[in-house]
């Protein structure tokens, strides 16, 4: 879902573009151009797929919550939760072991009341602990649905993975590595 709070401004009233300032236009074309760019190397990781299958490409979340406090600023946006639903709770009778799946949406919303929401899931198999797996499970959907809301702004916030051709080739590309020369600087200084 996309929009505005009702009862606040939103960059466009039916279809019919708004009036702004030469500085309100000159942010918001910033911004934009900020949104537009796409995720380097650094922020991309890869896990095998289900099954075996094709490796998928994802960007982790913190690394997309980090990104959208550069991008709009830490006070700039919020996230909501505005359902979560436990899907199933199963119980192996003979393990007494558990698996569970939790669906979770999440809207983010920016200062000035526009919005994105969209759906994550968290999904535990074999668990011991019931309320170890609802707790990783919850936590696991709503990190993905955060990360699926955030990617509805711009391809800097991750929307840039669902192109197969880029992410085709920025897995290919080398990170640059950490410098280990600063690190220990900053823990000489520490000591």
Known sequence: MHGAVPG??????????????DE???????????????????????RPGPGGGP???YAE?????NLANEVFGFNGWSSSVINLTTDFIDQN????RYSVGVTAVVRITLRDG?????????????????????????????????KRALRNFGNLLG????DKSYTQEVVKMKVPPVCLI???RLKRSND
């Open 114 to 146: 526009a919005f994105h929401e969209d759906v994550g899931y968290g999904l535990l198999e074999n668990s011991k602990s019931k309320g170890a797996a609802l707790d990783k499970c919850k936590k696991e959907a709503v990190t993905d649905a955060v």
């Open 8 to 21: 606040q401004s939103s960059f466009f009233q039916d279809t019919t573009l708004v009036d702004l300032s």
């Open 24 to 46: 309100s236009a000159k942010k918001i074309a910033t911004l934009q151009a900020k949104l537009n760019r796409k995720l380097g190397p650094e922020y991309i990781s890869q």
């Open 61 to 65: 979340g913190w690394k997309i919550i």
């Open 182 to 184: 600063r690190v220990s």
């Open 159 to 162: 929307n840039c993975l669902y």
């Open 55 to 57: 490796k998928l490409t």
């Open 93 to 96: 009778e003979q393990s007494q």
